[in-house]
Each structure stands twice: as C-alpha cells, then as structure tokens.
C-alpha cells in the first residue's frame, strides 16, 4: 500500500473535489476535521503494520510479493492486470474499491480514476502524413494496448474480444463509476504537493503523529499556494 496516496482518500469519498478544491488554496486547512480523519487514518494502518519501510523500488518489489502472499494490498494500476489474472481466476486474489465512511454522507466515488493520454501538435508542421498517422494511432491503440502491452487502454471503445476475466470484471465496474477521482497531483501547488508526500511517508512510519502532519501540510500550503494561485482565484 503506498502512504503517499492515502490522505485523498477519506476526503474523496466524501466530498469528492469540494475538500481539495478548498484546500490547495488554504480556504479549509488539513487541521479541520476532514483532514484530521483521513490523517489518523494513515496513522492507524502505519502502526498496524501496513507499510512497508522500503525504498521507491517496493513498488516494482510489491508485484512479486503480492502474488506470494508477501504483502498486503499493492497499489493497482490497469497496466499490471495481466500480472495477476492467473490467480483471479483461480480465485486466490480479488480487488476492491473504495468502501463507504461509516456514518457519514459519502458524496465522492468509491475509486480515484485518472486517465488519459496527451498528444501536442505544431500546427506548422501537421501534413497530412502526420494526420493520417494519428489517426490509425486513435483506430488501433485499444487493441495494441490489449495484445502487446496486456492493459486496458484509456481511450474509450471496446474491450477487445480476447480480454481476460480480471480486465473485463475491472474494466465493467469502473463503467458503473459515477463521478470521476482527482489526483491531488493536479491539484495542489508543486512545492505542497511535495511536502504531502513526503510527509504522508512520515506518518505512516511512526515518525510524526496526526496534528504534526497536518499542520506541516496547512504550512505548506499558507507558505506555496498565494503566489502559485494568484491569477486563479
């Protein structure tokens, strides 16, 4: 489980982007009482042992732990699917989403989904060569992201017809998904952005308590995000 994305989650699901949205400009404070909940939360799952102290390398390591039942709940992305469809099948592993906060209204989905892929283009140099280029790229990316890379691809079509169980039971109830996720990384000033992470890790250690985490992160935030947001507000 990686520490770093956990402080979205309890604010995602309830609010969706209201919390965030007030947040990367200093309008709500990680010391109120959303972001005291999502921030005991990460303190909770780092003393029961959830993490793993480990270098950015645990990432690739969980793959191969988790299988082996070495690890717990790795962070999953749509493009290690095919890594783990073998034991779905066997029904030795499954996936889950985000579950509901007990008591609360849950305004926010219950997944995070981020995606997409971006494409620029010189308007000086866009021939027809390079038109006709990007179109069989747009025609042909679903099924070459199935068949040579085995993960589903963001643009929208159809699941290719030979897909998997995993990515097919995956990819029907990320349909039934209502709201889309945020990543905080596109939202926050780059400089807070960092100071969450980093301090996120922090947490989840054992090396900082709750109130110590979100008052690092309201700083950050007081300190960054004027001059970050200015033309913005």
């Known amino acids: 489980m990686a520490a770093g994305s956990l402080p979205v989650v309890h604010p995602l699901r309830l609010t969706h982007t209201e919390f965030i949205d007030k947040l990367k400009t200093g309008d709500e404070k990680f010391t109120g009482e959303i972001g005291m909940k999502a921030a005991n939360l990460l303190s909770t799952l ?28 790795p962070l999953q992305r749509s493009w290690e699917l095919a890594q783990f469809k073998d034991k779905y099948d066997s029904g030795e592993i499954g996936y889950f989403f985000i579950p509901e906060v007990a008591g609360a209204e849950n ?10 892929l971006a494409y620029a283009f010189n308007k000086e140099t866009f021939d027809a060569e390079t038109k006709r280029f990007f179109k069989f790229v747009v025609e042909h990316y679903n099924q070459a992201a199935f068949d040579v890379g085995g993960y589903l691809s963001p643009m929208n079509g159809d699941l290719p017809s030979n897909v998997f169980k995993l990515a097919k039971d995956f990819s029907l109830d990320l349909e039934a998904v209502a709201k889309g996720g945020v990543s905080w990384d596109d939202k926050l000033d780059p400089a807070s ?30 300190r960054n995000a004027p001059s970050f947001f200015k033309d913005q507000k």
């Open 46 to 73: 780092g003393k029961g042992g959830y993490f793993q102290k480990a270098s950015a390398a645990w990432i690739i390591r969980k793959l191969e732990l988790f299988p082996g039942r070495q690890c717990r709940h």
């Open 107 to 116: 305004n926010g989905p219950n997944t995070s989904i981020t995606a997409g």
């Open 193 to 222: 952005n960092e100071v969450v992470g980093s301090t996120a890790n922090e947490l989840a250690l054992g090396l900082i308590t709750p109130e110590e985490f979100a008052e690092k992160v309201d700083k950050a935030i007081g």
